[in-house]
């Protein structure tokens, strides 16, 4: 386990020992929070992510988990989609990703591009045809 992992584990045996019946992962001393914009905006300041919403971290997660290669229908289970519609309004295509697109066309044709500068080979004599 790498030291990401000791931490995470470490803060959750201290949750557990504190809050032992609390099932909550985010709570206020084991409580439910009741209004989630108050949390939302101090968990936002703390980690510096001012103008932050919920739904800029689904996005982020969509965009991660396709440019990763995961499979859509397996990104939609873990991101909790249920429908193709609502998970493409979180798969946003940027003008990055339109570029990074168009880069690696271009370096698929020139790896299959081959330029034929000399003459072609006999073979048995015969000089094939070349499409031009």
Not at 4 to 27: K, T
Not at 43 to 53: Q, V
Request: proline content about 6%; some cysteine; hydrophobic content about 35%.
């Amino acid at each position: 386990m790498g030291p990401e992992g000791q931490a995470s584990h470490c803060q959750w045996q201290e949750q557990m020992s504190r809050y032992p019946d609390c099932p909550l992962v985010f709570h206020p001393q084991g409580e439910r929070i009741k209004d989630l914009r108050g949390s939302w905006s101090r968990a936002c300041k703390d980690a510096k992510l001012a103008d932050k919403i919920p739904h800029d971290f689904g996005r982020t997660a969509v965009r991660n988990l396709v440019r990763g290669g995961v499979p859509e229908r397996v990104a939609m289970m873990i991101t909790g989609h249920k429908t193709r519609d609502v998970f493409e309004r979180y798969n946003i295509v940027s003008a990055g990703d339109l570029e990074e697109a168009a880069k690696r066309i271009d370096e698929r044709i020139a790896a299959k591009t081959v330029t034929n500068l000399g003459t072609t080979p006999l073979v048995d004599g015969i000089q094939p045809a070349v499409s031009r």
